[in-house]
């Protein structure tokens, strides 16, 4: 058939010859609705392999044959597209199957000729119904352009489908479209096939990032300065990066990047893209206001943006690139990159997941254990649940292939940073700069003059010889505090395992290790062998007992952290009593971890706890403190669904999942801009089989799981009650649970305030105010020049005497911290700051000048 023939035939003109062929494709078209229904009376989505017509006979035909019927499919969709609207049955059935028929056919490699081409763009070209809306992307345009670029080579594109290319790179773009990533990204492949078909051999098309966003101009601007020879690569660079798409990059993608990554060299790759990462890393969301018509009514809103989605897809695919390499610089940057994608943007979610996704497959992918180390980290700091189970994924599946648990690979990839006494030594020139380990997450830089004596600022001449060697010790000093602070994180969560190692593992990884050996410094371990065992704490190289004498550890096979809850009520008050007088400050609350033993009322209920029920949480927060201790929680709103949620943790070590219990506040007009319940009350606590899926009787739950299970929900109702907030009842609150603020804010302690209230028995005698300052039940009593305060030392609230009248003070985080320069036996707990800094306002309330405080202590 003739080209003219073929585009009458296409486009609906009789054409007598071609009957039969049309009377054979409804016959089979028809056979594979039959088909379909047979499955599901639905045709919105299907697997074509289940269709025997389809694969039997339409996959075996000939490119010419298949021609054809892509025409045909092309007008059945346009014939029945209407009646389909108007809800005509058997139409919107013929109209599912050729469309989604047709789409599946282009994503086959075929050959058309000229003419089918042809014929099958002037239907698409002709029929637009959305005419107003997509335009010609109604249709299958890419699909189309594959097989486009199957049939002809780019030097030999005929003249007609030139013209219908450039009509389709002509079509307008509205960046507010739904189809508008795609279109450009078909604009970009059209015409990097149409240059290969007007250039010189081998000359690749310039390709540049293509979103409109605050990345764009700057990224381009790189690469117009690189060197002309350079650019071909990294124009063909560029424009695989924009191919990138599904969660991982395939084998053939990885390869094809390290040939082009090879000419063009690795050092320079490494130079632009890092700069770019480092860019992305530093930028800041903007909003741009956006408007839209709809119904004849102008609606103008806010849309806060990061990265246009073109961009950050062909960022995703320099990350999969920089796989290859596994340099400090290189882990080092897409560590910071993806923590900054993960980020969250208020009401939208993750700044740039998919970059994100990306830099945690490159960590795992990347030649030795310097990436790994990175994920534990990232660990530590990301909140969102499936990210947090991809990147234990990624650990576990590193840990199988070197046949050690998912435990020892992050042991074995903490980096030591060639420390030696916990201190690294850096020269220039005839000065010396020593990076000193001073706490966790904190070290030092002391500079040394020639003549051995201490210099107390950074040498004038060594910032300016020696600029790029001081930002790289800078550098160092930031890895190595964020380092020891991971595993300070990491230390306090494995107390949950009750994980047991050998005696020769503990001095492998642990003691021979410099930066470990420094995280555990102060951390007390069980000892233990057949016949006996001992606890010891590691202080200065030394293990030293609660009597003060060296334990030879060489005794013992087995070694764990000591969790109190296995020790009997005197031996934790002797450890606790050790480090106050010792005036030891341990890296994490060890010795002062709360401890949670089964009540009687919980070997009543049996199988559920009820101990930290019936509580009003900030909802918001409460998620927020539940991710961070490894719980998988989401947040509820006002919609199907949105009253209740189950918070679980899995402690795979006892295989156990937890549960507690939420429900949405209904109250009215709670909710946030985007449905979310400001407040949720909680229910019960659960322990279940994790393999089973049954509920277990409490009393069968190991010590150590049950202790520290309760002991992250208590940390959730203390931090995040409204009975915290000084504030809540004044500002209007829920007035029907008021009685609920009241009964917490000075209701009994918690074990948490149980805890802070033993520390303050001992820290207040220490105190210049502990004259007019006391412990009484469970309030600290200051008595003031002008009133006495009694401030609980669970919610930190303040009542004064002599009629408990309510004292609202705001804690102002500018203000001096006293309890800063004092001691405490494990770091951070910013209630007991709270209280301190509240006692020492108010035992000189004569001299507050805080109106809003005077007007209440004086009314």
Request: proline letters at 2%; aromatic letters at 12%.
């Amino acid at each position: 058939m003739g080209l003219f023939n073929k585009i009458k035939s296409a486009i609906g003109i009789s054409n007598e010859s071609k009957s039969e062929e049309i009377s054979e494709f409804k016959t089979i078209f028809s056979q594979t609705i039959q088909e379909q229904l047979k499955e599901s009376q639905y045709f919105y989505t299907f697997t074509f392999s289940a269709i025997p017509t389809y694969n039997d006979i339409i996959k075996k035909w000939d490119n010419e044959k298949k021609g054809e019927f892509a025409i045909f499919l092309s007008n059945t969709v346009k014939r029945t597209y209407l009646p389909y609207r108007k809800g005509d049955r058997q139409s919107g059935n013929e109209y599912q199957m050729s469309s989604q028929m047709l789409q599946n056919m282009f994503r086959s490699k075929m050959k058309f000729s000229e003419e089918t081409i042809l014929a099958i763009y002037q239907i698409f070209k002709s029929y637009n119904p959305d005419k107003n809306y997509l335009g010609m992307y109604w249709w299958p345009i890419s699909g189309l352009f594959r097989q486009i670029e199957g049939s002809f080579k780019s030097d030999s594109i005929p003249e007609s489908i030139k013209e219908i290319l450039n009509e389709i790179t002509e079509i307008k773009k509205d960046v507010n479209t739904y189809h508008y990533k795609d279109q450009v990204k078909l604009e970009e492949r059209i015409k990097t096939y149409m240059h290969a078909s007007n250039s010189d051999e081998g000359s690749i098309k310039p390709t540049y990032f293509l979103g409109i966003d605050g990345f764009q101009q700057y990224a381009n601007d790189v690469l117009d300065k690189q060197k002309e020879e350079d650019k071909k690569n990294w124009f063909a660079l560029v424009s695989l990066a924009q191919k990138a798409n599904g969660s991982k990059p395939s084998q053939k993608y990885l390869n094809e990047a390290k040939k082009i990554i090879d000419e063009l060299g690795s050092d320079k790759f490494k130079k632009v893209s890092q700069e770019w990462f480092t860019y992305v890393i530093e930028m800041k969301e903007s909003v741009i206001t956006q408007t839209q018509i709809y119904d004849k009514r102008e609606y103008t809103y806010n849309v806060i943006e990061f990265l246009s989605s073109l961009n950050a897809d062909t960022i995703k695919g320099f990350v999969w690139m920089s796989s290859w390499f596994y340099d400090n610089g290189t882990i080092q940057t897409l560590s910071k990159l993806g923590e900054r994608c993960f980020k969250k943007i208020p009401e939208k979610g993750p700044a740039a997941a998919g970059i994100g996704n990306a830099c945690l497959y490159s960590l795992y992918a990347s030649k030795g254990l310097d990436g790994i180390a990175q994920l534990s980290r990232l660990r530590l700091k990301i909140k969102q649940n499936n990210t947090l189970a991809l990147i234990e994924k990624y650990i576990e599946e590193a840990a199988q292939k070197l046949g050690i648990s998912s435990i020892e690979i992050e042991d074995l990839a903490v980096d030591d940073f060639k420390l030696k006494d916990h201190q690294l030594i850096y020269s220039f020139d005839e000065y010396n700069a020593n990076l000193v380990l001073t706490g966790i997450g904190k070290s030092v830089i002391k500079w040394f003059k020639p003549d051995g004596n201490e210099q107390k600022s950074v040498p004038q001449f060594v910032k300016d010889k020696f600029a790029v060697k001081l930002k790289k010790l800078k550098a160092v000093q930031k890895q190595i505090d964020q380092t020891t602070s991971a595993q300070k994180e990491r230390f306090d969560r494995m107390l949950r395992s009750n994980r047991v190692m050998k005696l020769d593992y503990l001095k492998e990884k642990y003691l021979k290790h410099e930066l470990l050996s420094f995280c555990i410094n102060k951390v007390i371990f069980k000892f233990s062998n057949e016949n006996d065992d001992v606890l010891a704490i590691y202080i200065n190289k030394q293990w030293i007992a609660l009597d003060y004498s060296n334990v030879d550890i060489e005794k013992y096979d087995n070694v764990l952290l000591w969790h109190p809850v296995i020790s009997t009520t005197n031996e934790v008050k002797e450890w606790r009593k050790f480090l106050m007088e010792g005036e030891i400050q341990q890296p994490f609350k060890q010795a002062f971890r709360e401890i949670y033993l089964l009540t009687d009322a919980e070997v009543n209920t049996r199988t559920y706890s009820n101990r930290m029920a019936s509580h009003i949480l900030k909802q918001h927060q409460y998620v927020t403190l539940a991710k961070g201790r490894n719980w998988k929680a989401r947040l509820i709103g006002s919609w199907d669904g949105g009253d209740q949620d189950t918070a679980t943790l899995d402690m795979p070590e006892y295989n156990i999942r937890v549960e507690y219990w939420v429900n949405a506040l209904n109250a009215e007009d709670q909710f946030n801009d985007t449905g979310i319940w400001n407040y949720v009350s909680t229910d019960q606590i659960r322990f279940l089989d994790s393999n089973s899926g049954e509920l277990l009787d409490l009393i069968d739950v190991p010590p150590v799981a049950f202790s520290e299970a309760m002991r992250d929900v208590d940390l959730f109702v203390g931090v995040a009650s409204v009975g915290n907030d000084p504030t809540w009842s004044d500002s209007g609150g829920l007035p029907t649970y008021r009685d609920y603020w009241q009964s917490y804010s000075f209701g009994d302690l918690s074990e948490i305030a149980k805890n802070r209230k033993e520390i303050l028995q001992r820290l207040i005698p220490r105190l210049k105010i502990s004259g007019v300052t006391s412990i009484q039940d469970k309030f600290v009593v200051v008595k003031g020049k002008l009133r006495t305060y009694k401030i609980h030392i669970g919610s930190t609230n303040i009542l004064m005497e002599p009629n408990d009248q309510y004292l609202c003070i705001v804690a102002d985080r500018s203000k001096k911290d006293f309890s800063e320069n004092l001691f405490l036996p494990f770091e951070g707990d910013n209630g007991l700051s709270v209280i301190i800094s509240k006692a020492f306002l108010l035992a000189s309330d004569d001299k507050i000048t805080d109106t809003t405080i005077t007007s209440q202590i004086n009314r």
